[in-house]
């Protein structure tokens, strides 16, 4: 397909880890509706399946998203293949269970490069863009562990939650210049994240009662989980269509429940503890 054939109109995405899991279903999605899609991975030849069903529709370029460089050059890549981006997806990501005792630094801060500050990167190279555009519209791929957190999933859960607290302050700051943030949070959904790529920490026997069931429930799930990643790839399409898009987006019943059960508890503390709160002014 030459640039002449490339319809104007058809949006343009930058996907991370756009060859499995929520990735690969989000590009699918997005190419079935007539869009462009930059796929970046970490090897570009896993995508070869997609780019030969949609030809000239989807551009692979090889990105790590804790590489500064490969960040850079992946945006520029992007920006020539197809002209614009109009919708960037930060999915790239992997599990780790461990308490927090047991998750090692080293191990911290790989979640952290992976899930924060490698999203927040690519966030920033290409917001220029959209903001010379003054259109578009970021997609930050939390999970349900982005908004509350439970025994074994600590380092995880806090990798996606500096991730949403950035994006909603960001989703402010960008709101005036025409451009949008969308946070999904979804539950378990059958992707590769639940099997033999998830990661386990160090076991310390005194937390087997707490994260025991966490590490053999995750990893027992595989295959098994209720989410459809088709599905939140269609739901995903639908709620940027919308007039006025939420700014988080909870995908799957288990996710809706759980952040449902974490607001009751945050407003229960509030309520038990508001004679306390309130009780700390100066008195003048």
Not at 140 to 150: I, P, Y
Not at 241 to 258: C, T
Request: net charge negative; charged share 20%; proline share 5%.
């Amino acid at each position: 397909m030459t640039d002449s054939q490339i319809d104007d109109s058809a949006r343009r995405w930058f996907i991370t880890g756009a060859n499995s899991g929520f990735g690969a279903a989000f590009a699918r999605a997005a190419l079935a509706a007539g869009d462009l899609v930059v796929a970046g991975v970490r090897r570009p030849e896993t995508v070869a399946g997609l780019v030969g069903e949609f030809p000239g529709r989807i551009s692979a370029v090889r990105l790590d998203v804790t590489d500064p460089e490969q960040c850079e050059q992946a945006v520029k890549d992007a920006l020539a293949a197809f002209g614009r981006i109009d919708v960037l997806v930060n999915n790239a990501g992997f599990g780790l269970v461990g308490a927090v005792e047991e998750t090692g630094e080293e191990e911290l801060r790989r979640l952290m490069e992976v899930m924060f500050f490698g999203p927040l990167r690519l966030t920033r190279l290409v917001l220029p863009h959209l903001r010379a555009q003054r259109s578009g519209t970021v997609v930050q791929v939390s999970s349900m562990g982005g908004a509350l957190s439970f025994p074994g999933v600590g380092g995880y859960s806090a990798a996606k939650g500096a991730l949403e607290l950035a994006s909603e302050a960001l989703a402010g700051e960008v709101a005036p210049l025409g451009i949008k943030v969308l946070i999904v949070e979804p539950g378990a959904f059958r992707t590769e994240f639940a099997g033999p790529a998830l990661q386990g920490s160090t076991v310390i026997e005194d937390y087997e009662s707490t994260v025991g069931p966490v590490r053999s429930g995750l990893s027992g799930s595989h295959g098994l989980q209720p989410g459809d990643p088709a599905k939140a790839a269609d739901a995903l399409l639908a709620a940027l269509a919308l007039p006025e898009p939420p700014l988080r987006l909870a995908l799957g019943a288990d996710a809706v429940a759980a952040i449902r059960g974490k607001l009751a508890a945050v407003a229960a503390d509030l309520d038990a503890t508001a004679e306390l709160s309130l009780s700390t002014a100066h008195q003048d």
